[in-house]
């Protein structure tokens, strides 16, 4: 009995055309917005790239007494600002002419270019692979990331190693955001919470890595037999089950604290100081 539904003849597709799968004329059977959020994915990550982009070959208004742009935090060249107690390792000496934040951004970029939630989010928005769930994607193939360049998403893991780095690093920065800007110690300002609130975020996002909860309660066997890496596992397994919030919530912390350093630089404002 005909269905409408047999297998498609056409010889030689592949993916959703392919021969064992069903005749559907029409590409999708959705009829709500589903283009919205993948779009609306994609309009939010370009303009990070555009705004980071524009900001890390600036190689200036990156320093306030006592704030330091997170996008140039820690700084690895001599021709860095010089930014009295804060995180100055002149590793690279005077032969780097290029702005210093394109030696550390590597490390946050690879983590978060890696990342299984943005893989899903720049996979959707930009190369509509596939665009949405139930919508078949246009591409003829489908190879997954088993194929070079995509099988590098595999180093993710690793970058997890670097990003607690930053992390650490940047926590140091919050610490001597408690300073005003003659460094003298036991003062808040706005720019200080605009640093508290980044931290917490940065590390809720890194912690809720799903690298991070197989390096806490991965490979066990009997979770009974290890109490604190279950108690561990639990943490992590909460916060990793709002990771697509805390991704785009660390973004936005992380370009808004940079934001803030900048206007300060360029005197735009006086931060506020509470005492």
Known sequence: MATGI??????????????????????????????????????????FVVYSTWRAFANADYYHAPYV????????????????????WEIFGSWWGLSPALLILIFPLGFRLTCY???????RGFWASPPACAVAEPHKKYTGETRFPLILQNIHRYFFYFAVL?????????????????????H????????LANIVLIWAYTLSCHSCRHIVGGRLRHFSKHPVR???????????????LLAWCSLFSVGFADLYVYLLATGAFADPRFF
């Open 117 to 123: 939630y943005y893989r899903k989010a720049y996979y």
């Open 69 to 88: 742009s997170p996008f140039y935090s820690p700084c690895l060249a001599e021709n860095c600002h010089t930014m009295r107690g804060g995180p100055n």
């Open 230 to 244: 279950y108690r561990l596992w639990g943490w992590v397994g909460k916060l990793n089950e709002r990771h697509m």
């Open 166 to 186: 930053v992390a650490l690093v940047l926590t140091y920065d919050t610490a001597l955001a408690f300073r005003d800007e003659h460094y003298a110690w036991g």
């Open 6 to 47: 047999e297998p498609s003849p056409q010889a030689g597709a592949t993916g959703v055309h392919a021969a064992s799968r069903a005749a559907i004329p029409a590409r999708h059977l959705r009829t709500d917005r589903w283009w919205l959020a993948p779009a609306c994915t994609a309009a939010g990550l370009l303009a």
């Open 188 to 195: 808040m300002g706005l720019g200080t919470l605009v640093f």
